[in-house]
């Protein structure tokens, strides 16, 4: 895999909660891995 261009990292509040992780994971799965290329185009 190419080394990424970009970190991405979610958003953790001060108690370690990633809400951007949470709703990401209540998402289907065809949404998720939309999403998920998406940010990869983004990343790398």
């Given at each position: 895999m190419r080394n990424s261009i970009l970190e991405v990292h979610f958003y953790a509040t001060e108690h370690g909660n990633e809400p951007v992780s949470v709703w990401l994971k209540s998402l289907s799965a065809v949404d998720?891995?939309?999403?998920g290329e998406d940010i990869k185009t983004v990343q790398f």
């Open positions: 998720r891995k939309r999403i």
